[in-house]
Each structure stands twice: as C-alpha cells, then as structure tokens.
C-alpha cells in the first residue's frame, strides 16, 4: 500500500495552493458563516473583529494539521478579500492563484491574529488551541451553539484521534434486607430427605460374636476381639486367645482378630516370626502391622496352626 505523503511546508517565494478551499461570510453584527471542504459552520460573535478572529483561528488550525499556509476567501460588507492565513496564526493579503504569497523573503514574520477568550475574555492569539488564562479550547471560536467543556474535550478528541477513558462513579451496592416474618418460608426439602423421614430410622445392626475353630475341633466365641498367641497379652482390651502348637511356631502374641460395628473381620499380623497367611497358603502372607479385611468363614494359617474366623448373632446379654 503506498504511504501518502505529508505536503512540505511552504517556504517565501512558494505559491498557495487553492486547496482546501475555505470561505467566510461575515456581516456587521458579527453573524456569519465558515465553509471549508463541503463543511458549514455558524458563526455567532459581539460584533465583526471577534467573529474575523474567530476565522483566522479555524484557518489557523486547518494551516496546522497540513503544515503549510491555507487561503481564505473572505465576504464582509459586499466585498471579498482573499488572505493566506499562516500556522503561526498570521493572516497576510494574497496573491494570485500561481504568485507567491511572499513577494520578499526578507520581509519580517507576519504578526499573529489576537482576540479575546470566549470563556475568561483575556487576550488569546490564533495560535493558541487552548486559553494561556483558563485553559479553554480554541479561545477565539464564536460557534453559534455555545460549547461546553464537555463538547470541548469531544472536539479535541475528535480532532487529534484520541480517545479517554471514561471514569465511572461507583454505583451504591444496595444494602440487603431481612425477609418478613410473614413471608419467611421454609427451605424446601429435596425428594431424598422427604423419603428419608417418611421412612421410619434405620436400627443399628445387631452386635455379631466372633468365632475362633481350631483343627483340633476346639472352638470359641467371643463377644469382643481376641488377640490368638501361644501364651498372648491383652493388647488393646482383646480378649487373649490362647494356641496350642506342636512346633512352636506360635509366637506369643501372634495376631489380632477384630470386628468393626458392621460385622466385618479384620485381621492384623502383630508382628510374629512366622507369619500369618491366608486360606493355608504360604504364599499369601500379611505384612507385619497392617490391617486386613478378611471374609466370613475365610482359614487362616498361624505358623503350623490352621483356624477358621467367621461371626454369627450374639446371644450375649
């Protein structure tokens, strides 16, 4: 895409282009209008001098934006005088279309249009886009819509293409307020706890007795846990269970036998030399101090003994 480029600033000796073309009417109240560019602004000032300063300060702002001086037509009391208004803010009689707008390039800088600040009334030159005493925009303009700071900072945004971010007030966060007793409604409960209080509470299961069967068709039952062993301690408050074996394979306190509330047998090695193995099979051996579950009925092997664990009703009172 090729880049446009920037027209040069003219320089003594350079003709003015007739682009943009830029027209003025002025009456003796100080009304008229400015056109430039199919673009039609009213003027309203106190009378002609400030609606004049009112267009050489346009005219000086378009100069500005293409660096280089602009021409301006300009009506007043049925006569029409062509001026090149300069970015400085001078205004300087023209020339002919293709002649230079200065004849001498030794000739002094022309002096800047004044006015007064629409705003604060001070003296402002054409140049100044924003009062030197209030800090209004464009101080010399005369639209006939008087402009609002507001507007003004919309105007310059518009102008140079930026844009500012709008601060908003904190809105106040409403303050919460307690129901009415009236209205206060209970929570509404959900299909399973409805069905949960239609059904009538659940009974704890029945406490079950643990029994011990030995290979030699000895037996016992028990209403708490056991601690099996050949001459065992009661670790824990178990009940010692004592075993008699052939070999002495039995340590002394061998393994511990519980019975959680649900009627579940677990079985935990406490730390023997020969081991405790499941269904008679030395291959599943439980690791020292960890807690098993086992199956109701389930054959257990401690060193040369074979048991059987399982649990049925207590009939204990």
Known sequence: MARRRRPAAAEPGMAVPLWPRITAR????????????SVVRRISASDRDAARAA????????????????RLELHERDRMRELVVHPSGAADPGDT????YR???????????????????????????RCQGCGALEPLSRNAKASTPEEDGAGERRRTGRRELRREAPQPQPQPTAPSPA????PRESSRQQGAARTSPRRPASPRALVIEFDDDSRAVLSGSAALGRNPSPVDGRIPVRVDSRDSTVSRTHALVDVDHAGRILVTDYH??????????????????VVYRVPDGAQLRLGDVLCRVSTESASFR
């Open 26 to 37: 002025l009456g003796a109240d100080g009304q008229g209008e400015l056109s430039w560019n």
């Open 55 to 70: 267009v050489v300060a346009r005219c000086t702002r378009i100069a500005q934006t293409i660096a280089r001086p602009v």
């Open 97 to 100: 279309e293709d002649g230079p």
């Open 103 to 129: 004849t001498e390039p030794d000739l002094p800088a022309p002096v800047a249009v004044t006015g007064t600040c629409r705003a604060c009334g001070c003296t402002s030159s054409a140049a100044d886009a």
């Open 183 to 186: 209205l206060s409604r209970r």
């Open 272 to 289: 023997s030399t020969h081991g405790v193995h499941l269904g008679g099979r030395r291959t599943s051996t439980f690791v020292p101090g």
